[in-house]
């Protein structure tokens, strides 16, 4: 496919995509994956700062482009506290 996108340009935007939807802070990138139908990108956003930062909110969200890098949906599929390791029960 002549038009797919590299790997750092699906990342780039991803991060533009996020911003326009809900002025989303990526926090960062924790998975990128090439298939038939395009690329899904898993990142972390910041959703609630909180004082310390180890209590901040990261939501998890799943994001979907075409392989030409049109966005085509994105999901939750989780949120942690900063601090913590694992996801939140």
Do not use: C
Request: cysteine-free; aromatic content about 4%.
């Amino acid at each position: 496919m002549a038009d797919r996108k590299s790997p750092d340009e699906i990342i780039e935007r991803v991060h533009r995509v996020l911003d326009d939807l809900g002025d989303m802070e990526v926090e960062r990138v924790t998975g990128v994956e090439a298939d038939d139908d395009g690329w899904r990108v898993n990142v972390e956003v910041l959703e609630m700062r909180r004082i310390p930062d180890t209590a901040d909110i990261l939501a998890k969200y799943e994001v979907r482009l075409s392989s030409g890098g049109q966005f085509l949906g994105y999901r939750q599929v989780g949120h942690r506290l900063r601090g913590q390791l694992e996801d939140a029960p």
